[in-house]
């Protein structure tokens, strides 16, 4: 099979920018052909507006696209991220020469100005469902109001010209939970297939969770990443036994080292490897976040490991931990708190994190991942050949 990738990298390469270079590599390693057609957002404060400006309808980036499509004859066409610098007037425009098309909606963006369904320190569904004014009112995107008014003219201008249900053959979403607010969206649920990311398998653990003795949080430090409810909760009880150690970097660092106490480490960044190693030596990961995460890949790997995961109970991640997890009530320290708790049960670690690794081999492996894939390609071929 012969695959277009097509995708505007972010500034900061994240997790999206990651899972667009998985699946390239998993499709050739099958076997298939992949070529990409890759677009960056522009530096600087004239250009990045020029670029936003159009990002409702980018005419130029589109036809850039299928330029490259009709040199490359793919048999399917594979669109990641469009904002801003490409924008959703690459679907019709890829309709119009008649090749399938398939989608992936990493965010949350088609309900959402900021595309977190967060603001002010808590979840937020004021714009679902509806025209997304609130927030443009709100100033939701980058704290303005003409840039958060150029998101909204967006959404709602392909929203109102269906172009996802017109002009896209399958639009694969994480979980079921992003396929909810996407459908209150617009977005046509016939057309959704849920397919999640994936993580490489770190092999077998040599020693069970309950031999560690560290508690993990990997990840950004931000507000919205609720690593100072984690902090706050850490410090309620005595865990003999057991140490709090944060890998991560961000602007929530300085104050994070200033509340360490004993048995609480902040390594700041690190490597990969360094946290695949740290991840198969641990007791558990927790993931305290206060927003509505879409699949963070922190977690997978984790489950990855066959570590327990401390999860909230909202959005989707108590349904991507599955049984591993050990959920709290989101934006409670005090639930937190006795989720941490937990963790000195040996008996529960060692069961959590056997069931973790179980869920990872079921649902978040390579191979089921690329076998997924090839299978939605098919489904849009034959939907754009009338089967």
Known sequence: MRILQV???????GGEDAVVETERQLLEDAGHVVDTSLLDNPHGLGPSFAALAKAAWNAKAAAKVLETAQRFRPDVIHVHNTWFALSPAVFPTLKADRYPVVATIHNYRLACVNALLYRDERP?????GRLPWPGVMHRCYRHSAIQSGIVAVTITTHRRRRTWANDVDRIIVLTRFSADVLGRAGVPSGLMVVKPNAVDDPGQRTRPPSAGRSVLFVGRLTEEKGIMDLVEAWGRTPRPGLDLMVLGDGPLLKGVRLARTAGFDVL???SSGEVRRRMLEARALVLPSRWFEGMPMVLLEAMAAGLPVVVPDHGAMVEIAGSGGIPFRALDVESLAGALDL???????????AESRGAYLDRYTL???AEALTDIYALAISRKRGI
């Open 268 to 270: 700041g960044a690190v």
């Open 343 to 353: 963790l000195s049960n040996d008996d529960l670690a060692d069961r959590r994190g």
């Open 124 to 128: 937020c569904m004021d714009c679902v």
């Open 7 to 13: 995708h505007t990298r972010y500034r900061q390469p």
């Open 367 to 369: 191979i089921g991942n």
